[in-house]
């Protein structure tokens, strides 16, 4: 098993493409550049039609296959936005931008994507549509959750969707996928405990906001150790704490900001339900007063049984069975292709990045070595997915 064989004549373009996206990220929705590159590479190739300015600054490409006959339509979907992290790789192709870069692969993403639908436009060797779907904003911004709002899957009904991101430190021409959650919610939350600030030698006529935030830090673990059933993975981090100004007065309100990252729906219901709770009644206990903003970012990413092992028989094809692992590890980590897979069912898989640095680490670089592999298994899935009769 192998990359296909109309790879080889684009590696050297594509690879190309990929670093000249490299070297000028973009980041979230302010994506002028990138989404003109990628809407004009998708005219270049003969795509049918290229819809821009689709969630702000998505593109949507619409390739028809030879035939029709089967009625369906499948999205595949590459996301465009960088990262506000200063580059420290030294490559060639390293970010003219400063404090700027693709640290996480979005710039291979959105390469092998584009490979897929140039040959996929050129060949027409499929029954039914395809819909490549460029995303911005998905560190962080909702991007997947604009396009939809925007009429993505109504204006282009999908049977089913497809996501892929590169994996570091699984190896070139491999791929891992599994059913059910894998990535997990994202949630923000800013804590606000107030009591009543004076002179730090006289702390009888204040209430000191202190140690109420101290008493409710750790108590708030005791939701993922005491409320929960251990089987189940979460994680709630209080990372940041903010009060007072001098070292001699005792400040009038303590914020702490945070995240908490769940794999199931209903834990999050509870961490959340639990959370404000504890926050209210703990300050309440001490005379002040608690204030819980939770902010709901990415759902749980859940992949469909019947689309993971539709996936997994593509990437199967292309690298072999006994190089797609159906086991890949759960992550709290969160992707909002979460929000497509709520709407329509499908799958995520992982292409290996060879040896690597992380994501989101100042010297990740995507491997231009994964660019065949990501592109074969696209068409692949395609020609599977929707085959001629």
Excluded at 186 to 206: C, F, L, N, W, Y
Excluded at 245 to 262: D, H, K, L, S
Excluded at 265 to 284: F, K, N, P, S, W
Aim: hydrophobic letters at 40%.
């Amino acid at each position: 098993m192998a990359v296909e064989n109309w790879v080889a004549k684009e590696v050297a373009g594509l690879t190309e493409f990929r670093r000249d996206l490299h070297q000028n990220p973009e980041l979230l929705y302010d994506l002028p550049r990138t989404a003109q590159t990628v809407a004009e590479a998708l005219r270049a190739a003969g795509v049918d039609e290229v819809h821009e300015g689709i969630g702000k600054t998505g593109v949507v490409g619409v390739i028809r296959g030879q035939s029709n006959a089967s009625g369906r339509t499948i999205g595949l979907r590459a996301d465009m936005d960088a990262l506000p992290i200063k580059e420290e790789t030294g490559k060639p192709w390293a970010s003219q931008t400063e404090g700027k870069m693709h640290a996480c692969g979005h710039d291979g993403h959105t390469t092998m994507l584009l490979g897929a639908a140039k040959h996929l436009a050129e060949s027409r060797a499929f029954d039914g549509t395809v819909i490549v779907i460029f995303q911005p904003a998905e560190e962080g911004g909702a991007g997947a959750r604009a396009m939809i709002e925007d009429g993505l899957f109504k204006r282009w009904p999908c049977h089913e969707v497809y996501g892929m991101h590169n994996r570091p430190n699984l190896p070139l021409g491999q791929f891992t996928i599994a059913p059910g959650p894998i990535m997990g919610s994202v949630d923000e939350v800013k804590i606000t405990i107030t009591g009543r600030g004076g002179h730090a030698a006289r702390p009888e006529q204040t209430l000191d906001p202190l140690p109420m935030a101290a008493a409710l830090l750790q108590a708030v673990q005791t939701l993922i150790s005491r409320n929960k059933d251990p089987i189940d993975s979460a994680v709630i981090s209080l990372c940041t704490i903010h009060a007072g100004n001098a070292f001699n007065v005792i400040p009038q309100a303590v914020e702490m900001t945070g995240t908490v990252r769940t794999l199931r729906e209903e834990v999050r219901d509870m961490v959340e339900t639990r959370m404000r709770a504890m926050v209210e009644h703990i300050a309440l206990a001490f005379g002040g007063e608690g204030k819980l903003e939770y902010t709901r970012h990415y759902p749980v990413t859940v992949n469909h049984e019947r689309e993971t092992e539709l996936a997994a028989k593509a990437a199967q094809e292309v690298a072999g069975v006994e190089n797609v692992h159906l086991d890949m590890p759960q992550t709290l980590g969160g992707e909002d292709f979460s929000f497509m897979l709520n709407e329509v069912p499908g799958a995520m898989i992982n292409v290996g990045n060879g040896p690597s640095a992380g994501l989101h680490h100042p010297m990740y670089d995507f491997n231009d070595d994964v660019i065949a592999w990501g592109c074969s298994y696209w068409t692949t899935l395609v020609r599977q997915r929707l085959p001629l009769a």
